[in-house]
């Protein structure tokens, strides 16, 4: 890496706003200070996406579907706005805070890297989304909300769900998708 690129990033910095927020996390700051916690780190998110989102057609194997994978999570993160609760804020903080923390250690240590190889694959895969009800994918133009869904492991997976029924829009599809005599 470049030199120039090592100065925009300041990765002491950012290991410092996440291990705030995550060791915090029991008792992360209320108010005005969780406001600015969530700023700062949206900020080094952001950067360290833009980033990632650059090495990742150079990178092979595992390193490149993490790439893709926090990449995704972090432009649907960032675009997410966390409800007006507290809880809900805090959580957000958590989750910029891991984001960061995982997009810092892939741009640190990105693996061998090779040349570029379908450039395009990170952008087409910010754009997808799939239903978490139906397992569908939701095309652009279809209505979509956001939405948490329940799991053991975490407590609340972020993802989307059509806002139309899922039963309306597989018959539709199935509609579309039906033989032609």
Known sequence: MSGARRQQIDAAAIRQSYRAAVLGAVRLP????????????????????????RLG?????????????????????????????????????FDLAILARSLLALWEQPGPLGPA?????????????????????????????SAVFATEASGGL??????????????ERRARLRAVP
């Not at 972020?158 to 597989?170: E, N």
Request: aromatic content about 2%.
């Open 30 to 53: 209320t108010g005005q200070a969780l406001d600015e916690a969530a700023r700062l780190l949206a900020g080094h998110v952001q950067l360290l996406t833009a980033e990632v989102a």
């Open 57 to 93: 057609p150079r990178m092979r194997r595992e390193y490149r579907r993490t790439a893709v994978h926090l990449v995704v999570r972090a432009h649907h993160t960032l675009e997410e706005r966390a409800g007006p609760s507290s809880v809900t804020r805090q959580c957000r903080v």
């Open 117 to 145: 190889v379908d450039e395009g694959e990170i952008e087409k895969a910010v754009g997808r989304r799939i239903c978490g009800a139906c397992s569908q994918p939701i095309y652009p133009g279809e209505g979509a909300e």
């Open 158 to 171: 972020r993802g989307y769900l059509h806002t139309d029924s899922c039963a309306a829009v597989a018959e």
